[in-house]
């Protein structure tokens, strides 16, 4: 239970400045709809989502026997017909909120690599947490300290909401950016965006061994690309 509380609050966060960055980005680009709607603001009370922020995450770790899970906020509400680009101005700000968790995870990645580096978190400690997630036995398992559990369940968190968030399905944010690259008819882009949700939760149920896989390797990409282990 506390190893759920803790995925659940870094969960949240992350997905809260997701959104916030969709809602910059598109402040910046022209459009002040997230700005006056209140929601440029880091106080999760302001995002939350009863069914993305909580019931979702568990459905998925229930469902799936821990093998995914994902969290969201309340979308950031954004005129795309305020933006001073109206080709490319939905893709930046569809691409603002991955961005943001790609920043996070390299951030605390370089931070904790630092920290190892002087001794402060022992690479045992960050070994032991990713060999003991990665078997399956999850992170609080590993006897290892706070700081390596935290900061590792940051990185996690954060590439997994990038990548999860840059696959190009509706309602995901890398949908926006396959639309601005490819045409597609107004009708078929809102068929789309309506029903992409169900075909979504459809493929994840389907397909959740190999998505599993494939962020999971990527994240441990990431590790040794950028923590060094």
């Known amino acids: 239970m506390p190893e759920i509380i803790l995925l659940l609050i870094i969960l949240i966060m992350s997905a809260v400045i997701h959104e916030v960055s969709h809602g910059l980005a598109a402040l910046w680009l022209g459009d002040p709809t997230a ?6 603001t880091l106080n999760p009370i302001n995002h939350l989502d009863l069914w993305g922020s909580f019931l979702m995450p568990l459905f998925f770790l229930l469902a ?9 906020a309340k979308p950031v509400p954004y005129n795309p017909y305020n933006l001073r680009d109206q080709k490319y101005g939905p893709a930046l700000v569809g ?3 991955p961005a943001s968790n790609i920043i996070i995870a390299l951030v605390f990645g370089i931070f904790l690599r630092i920290f190892m580096a ?3 978190v022992p ?3 960050v070994q032991g947490v990713l060999t003991s997630f990665f078997s399956g036995g999850g992170f609080l398992g590993a006897g290892a300290g706070v700081i390596a559990i935290i900061f590792i369940l940051i990185i996690f968190v954060n590439v997994l909401l990038a990548v999860f968030n840059l696959i190009p399905f509706p309602p995901l944010d890398g949908s926006k950016l396959l639309f ?3 045409p597609i008819r107004e009708e078929t882009k809102y068929m789309l965006e309506r029903y992409g949700l169900f075909f979504l939760i459809a493929f994840i149920f389907l397909f959740s061994g190999v998505i599993s896989f494939l962020l999971i390797n990527l994240e441990l990409l990431f590790f040794r690309a950028v923590v060094g282990v």
């Not at 093998?67 to 969201?72: K, S, T, V």
């Open 180 to 182: 601005a690259l490819i």
């Open 64 to 72: 799936t026997g821990g093998r995914f899970f994902f969290a969201a």
């Open 123 to 125: 690479l045992g400690d």
């Open 118 to 120: 002087l001794g402060i």
């Open 95 to 97: 691409l603002a909120g």
């Open 35 to 40: 700005k006056y709607a209140g929601r440029l």
